[in-house]
């Protein structure tokens, strides 16, 4: 670092040891059988400074609470008198990075907190901050007013503030990258702080060299020696971001970059700029990648469990990404796997309304790259599945083909025909139950005299599904798997029916938006939220109630469980249906609605590599009717709440959660779609407290416990 001291002075000499003494916590070492564990760690006098800043910079730590009872982590953390004589010097350093170059660590002890632990304390003098006096701005002279205004503009570092290296670092860094992105591909950014620590002042001298404006040259290919993928094709997808002629930018290079990753098959992708040619002004570009295998076989497994379903299943995907060659992509997954609904021991215990049996799904998916234009791949799919529901069972298929234009990395637009037909049995347990046709969809229909079946039986019909959708999606996550910054903004539009014919004509809109923030040093502090809105308008169906058309269950909204409003067990949260009107204690099965309102705020921490909590609130609802501007609002005592806590064990394939949610008792009950239906007495937290019959989301418990696999959102 560039910093100079009036008095005393910082030798450049030490620079490699302050940044090896600046080096982030490491893994402890095994100890020596006699080694001592730190139960606790207290850094007092930190007033300016946050506490946990400076513990996250110094290599000893102090061993968690839940160390013992947690086995997925790398133990206690233990004592090791030279790491602690070298983290007090590490304190004093960090605070002068932070701009208190006065700040000392005055005393500090090591005192026994049992037979074999020890609690370790320093106290800290932190003395005044050193505000930034003079920031000078030079080299700048040259350049087009608009260039000067653009790389000037929102500096870290003003007059008055307290002066930090990391700034110091950052306004160099953010200075050279605004000149590289204006063409200047060889700027360099150079300057010195001077601090007196006298009159705790920092004076800024910061001087651009920002050198020749640069256009793209061509582009050069570095790639295996027999490559699959032919190096045009490489360039083909560069070029969507990288157009020679234009200035040359390093945000360009970024985006060339990420396009090429997603073509799929390459394990390693760097785009870089070539030595810059002064005489013509141009920067050539040089795009190194590095072939991942053309076909894999991935397997895995999953578990799901609620209150009202547990699920188990296995999981198979082989893909070939240069099938029939020009890297077309081939996949196959399926999911095989056994459903008990509400859970095993109410199919063993014989509930009346438990049932259970094999699920599956298996879809073939082709792809085919660079249809027509670079930019927009064919996609197709059929998939047939077999499933258990609450309310029904179904068998069926789907087709589905369309265009994907993605014209950025992080933008997509896809438009797609879909053909869906289901065979559903309103079966809602073991015996012949059933749910009316008409409610999931179906024509009422007479059973045929010699069946031996009587109305009210279980008895399937047939549905028919044909719908053109739109969806686009911008996404802006720095990851899929746990965001911890970015946002996230989609829309999906479907029409279905009219001269598509299928049985049901309707619109159908879901937006859905999320934004993610993370706080602190390590960035282990996220703040999360989400919002879904969507609307089922039917037009015109085979099955009428009065003058209204009816929608189909298989594309109605549900809510509730793990990934969605977590107050609710699995669909737990839409109109219900009762599964004997004579028994209410038999419960009652979700149908779905035509409107759903959710939203979702959540704070998660990180507290190890491995482990992280977090507490939320959720809200929404699932109406009967389309949202609708005009006449009563949906949301009229009909949002429910809920605030809950969770846990977090983090794998390459997403965290394992589990997360537990109290339902606030604010709103009416569940609609239940029958006149005579009486609720009976519930609303207990897991069995807990008194019971009552009318309440926020009866006749469901007021508490859940879900088990999943994947952030909620």
Same mark, same amino acid.
Not at 168 to 195: D, I, M, N, S
Not at 343 to 351: A, H, K, M, P
Not at 396 to 412: A, K, Y
């Given at each position: 670092?560039?910093?100079?001291?009036?008095?005393?002075?910082?030798?450049?000499?030490?620079?490699?040891?302050?940044?090896?003494?600046?080096?982030?916590?490491?893994?402890?070492?095994?100890?020596?059988?006699?080694?001592?564990?730190?139960?606790?760690?207290?850094?007092?006098?930190?007033?300016?400074?946050?506490?946990?800043?400076?513990?996250?910079?110094?290599?000893?730590?102090?061993?968690?609470?839940?160390?013992?009872?947690?086995?997925?982590?790398?133990?206690?953390s233990?004592?090791?008198?030279?790491?602690?004589?070298?983290?007090?010097?590490?304190?004093?350093?960090y605070?002068?990075?932070?701009?208190?170059?006065?700040?000392?660590?005055?005393?500090?002890?090591?005192?026994?907190?049992?037979?074999?632990a020890?609690?370790?304390?320093?106290?800290?003098?932190?003395?005044?901050?050193?505000?930034?006096?003079?920031?000078?701005?030079?080299?700048?002279?040259?350049?087009?007013e608009?260039?000067?205004?653009?790389?000037?503009?929102?500096?870290?570092?003003?007059?008055?503030?307290?002066?930090?290296?990391?700034?110091?670092?950052?306004?160099?860094?953010?200075?050279?990258?605004?000149?590289?992105?204006?063409?200047?591909?060889?700027?360099?950014?150079?300057?010195e702080?001077?601090?007196?620590?006298?009159?705790h002042?920092?004076?800024?001298?910061?001087?651009?060299?920002?050198?020749? %404006?640069?256009k793209?040259?061509?582009?050069?290919?570095?790639?295996?020696?027999?490559?699959?993928?032919?190096?045009?094709?490489?360039?083909?997808?560069?070029?969507?971001?990288?157009?020679?002629?234009?200035?040359?930018?390093?945000?360009?290079?970024?985006?060339?970059?990420?396009?090429?990753?997603?073509?799929?098959?390459?394990?390693?992708?760097?785009?870089?700029?070539?030595?810059?040619?002064?005489?013509?002004?141009?920067?050539?570009?040089?795009?190194?990648?590095?072939?991942?295998p053309? %076909?894999?076989?991935?397997?895995?497994?999953?578990?799901?469990?609620?209150?009202?379903?547990?699920?188990?299943?296995?999981?198979?995907?082989?893909?070939?990404?240069?099938i029939?060659?020009?890297?077309?992509?081939?996949?196959?997954?399926?999911?095989?796997?056994?459903?008990?609904?509400?859970?095993?021991?109410?199919?063993?215990?014989?509930?009346?309304?438990?049932?259970?049996?094999?699920?599956?799904?298996?879809?073939?998916?082709?792809?085919?790259?660079?249809?027509?234009?670079?930019?927009?791949?064919?996609?197709?799919?059929?998939?047939?599945?077999?499933?258990?529901?609450?309310?029904?069972?179904?068998?069926?298929?789907?087709?589905?083909?369309?265009?994907?234009?993605?014209?950025?990395?992080?933008?997509?637009?896809?438009?797609?025909?879909?053909?869906?037909?289901?065979?559903?049995?309103?079966?809602?347990?073991?015996?012949?139950?059933?749910?009316?046709?008409?409610?999931?969809?179906?024509?009422?229909?007479e059973?045929?005299?010699?069946s031996?079946?009587?109305?009210?039986?279980?008895?399937p019909?047939?549905?028919?599904?044909?719908?053109?959708?739109?969806?686009?999606?911008?996404?802006?996550?720095?990851?899929?798997?746990?965001?911890?910054?970015?946002?996230?903004?989609?829309?999906?539009?479907?029409?279905?029916?009219?001269?598509? @014919?299928?049985?049901?004509?309707?619109?159908?809109?879901?937006?859905?938006?999320?934004?993610?923030?993370?706080?602190?040093?390590?960035?282990?502090?996220?703040?999360?939220?989400?919002?879904?809105?969507?609307?089922?308008?039917?037009?015109?169906?085979?099955?009428?109630?009065?003058?209204?058309?009816?929608?189909?269950?298989?594309?109605?909204?549900?809510?509730?469980?793990?990934?969605?409003?977590?107050?609710?067990?699995?669909?737990?949260?839409?109109?219900?249906?009762?599964?004997?009107?004579?028994?209410?204690?038999?419960?009652?099965?979700?149908?779905?609605?035509?409107?759903?309102?959710?939203?979702?705020?959540?704070?998660?921490?990180?507290?190890?590599?491995?482990?992280?909590?977090?507490?939320?609130?959720?809200?929404?609802?699932?109406?009967?009717?389309?949202?609708?501007? %005009?006449?009563?609002?949906?949301?009229?005592?009909?949002?429910?709440?809920?605030?809950?806590?969770?846990?977090?064990y983090?794998?390459?394939?997403?965290?394992?959660?589990?997360?537990?949610? %109290?339902?606030?008792?604010?709103?009416?009950?569940?609609?239940?779609?029958?006149?005579?239906?009486?609720?009976?007495?519930?609303?207990?937290? @897991?069995?807990?407290?008194?019971?009552?019959?009318?309440?926020?989301g009866?006749?469901?418990?007021?508490?859940? @416990?879900?088990?999943?696999?994947?952030?909620?959102?």
């Amino acid at each position: 670092m560039d910093v100079a001291l009036l008095r005393p002075k910082l030798s450049r000499r030490s620079a490699p040891l302050v940044l090896l003494v600046l080096a982030g916590a490491c893994a402890t070492p095994k100890p020596r059988p006699d080694a001592l564990k730190v139960d606790d760690l207290e850094i007092k006098g930190t007033e300016q400074v946050d506490e946990g800043d400076i513990k996250a910079k110094i290599l000893t730590t102090e061993t968690p609470w839940w160390e013992p009872i947690w086995p997925f982590d790398e133990g206690p953390s233990w004592f090791d008198p030279n790491a602690w004589q070298a983290d007090l010097r590490r304190i004093e350093r960090y605070y002068q990075a932070e701009g208190y170059y006065q700040a000392q660590v005055t005393s500090s002890a090591v005192k026994p907190a049992g037979p074999e632990a020890v609690a370790l304390e320093a106290t800290v003098s932190e003395g005044e901050p050193t505000r930034i006096a003079t920031v000078d701005i030079s080299g700048l002279e040259e350049l087009p007013e608009d260039h000067q205004r653009r790389v000037r503009a929102s500096l870290p570092l003003t007059r008055g503030e307290t002066f930090r290296e990391e700034n110091w670092e950052g306004v160099k860094e953010l200075l050279q990258g605004r000149l590289r992105e204006l063409g200047y591909a060889e700027a360099e950014v150079v300057g010195e702080v001077r601090v007196d620590v006298e009159t705790h002042e920092a004076t800024v001298d910061l001087r651009m060299k920002p050198g020749q %404006r640069y256009k793209f040259g061509p582009i050069f290919v570095a790639t295996d020696a027999n490559p699959h993928v032919a190096p045009r094709r490489i360039i083909e997808q560069a070029q969507g971001a990288i157009h020679k002629g234009a200035w040359y930018s390093e945000s360009a290079l970024a985006e060339a970059q990420a396009r090429v990753f997603a073509m799929g098959v390459f394990g390693a992708v760097k785009v870089n700029r070539g030595a810059p040619d002064q005489s013509t002004a141009t920067v050539p570009v040089i795009v190194d990648v590095q072939e991942a295998p053309l %076909r894999s076989v991935r397997l895995g497994g999953g578990l799901g469990v609620d209150a009202t379903r547990q699920e188990g299943r296995l999981l198979a995907e082989w893909t070939n990404r240069n099938i029939f060659g020009g890297l077309r992509r081939l996949t196959v997954q399926g999911r095989l796997g056994y459903a008990f609904l509400p859970s095993f021991y109410g199919v063993s215990q014989g509930e009346p309304n438990a049932k259970h049996g094999l699920i599956f799904d298996a879809t073939t998916e082709f792809e085919q790259p660079r249809f027509l234009f670079r930019d927009v791949r064919l996609q197709a799919s059929l998939s047939g599945e077999k499933g258990l529901e609450q309310a029904y069972d179904f068998i069926g298929g789907r087709l589905r083909t369309g265009l994907i234009w993605q014209p950025h990395p992080d933008l997509s637009v896809f438009p797609a025909y879909n053909l869906e037909v289901y065979q559903l049995t309103g079966q809602v347990g073991a015996d012949d139950r059933g749910i009316p046709p008409i409610t999931l969809g179906c024509p009422e229909e007479e059973p045929p005299p010699d069946s031996g079946d009587t109305p009210g039986d279980a008895t399937p019909c047939t549905i028919q599904l044909s719908y053109l959708e739109f969806t686009i999606a911008w996404d802006r996550r720095d990851e899929t798997l746990e965001p911890r910054n970015g946002y996230y903004a989609a829309l999906s539009v479907q029409g279905g029916g009219g001269p598509l @014919f299928g049985d049901f004509t309707y619109i159908r809109l879901l937006p859905d938006l999320r934004y993610y923030q993370s706080f602190g040093v390590e960035q282990r502090l996220t703040v999360a939220g989400k919002l879904r809105v969507g609307t089922l308008i039917p037009y015109k169906s085979k099955v009428m109630v009065g003058d209204r058309a009816q929608s189909s269950i298989v594309n109605r909204f549900f809510s509730g469980g793990g990934s969605s409003m977590r107050g609710f067990n699995n669909q737990r949260l839409s109109p219900q249906v009762p599964v004997n009107e004579l028994a209410p204690e038999e419960g009652t099965v979700p149908v779905g609605g035509n409107s759903l309102f959710e939203t979702s705020l959540e704070v998660r921490y990180r507290m190890t590599e491995s482990l992280a909590v977090a507490t939320f609130w959720d809200t929404g609802f699932v109406g009967v009717d389309p949202l609708s501007l %005009r006449g009563p609002s949906p949301f009229n005592n009909r949002l429910y709440h809920a605030v809950g806590l969770g846990l977090r064990y983090l794998t390459v394939v997403g965290p394992i959660r589990v997360d537990i949610a %109290r339902r606030l008792n604010i709103g009416a009950p569940l609609f239940v779609d029958s006149p005579s239906y009486t609720y009976p007495p519930s609303g207990t937290c @897991f069995g807990l407290g008194s019971e009552k019959t009318s309440y926020a989301g009866a006749p469901d418990g007021l508490c859940t @416990f879900q088990l999943s696999v994947g952030e909620a959102f």
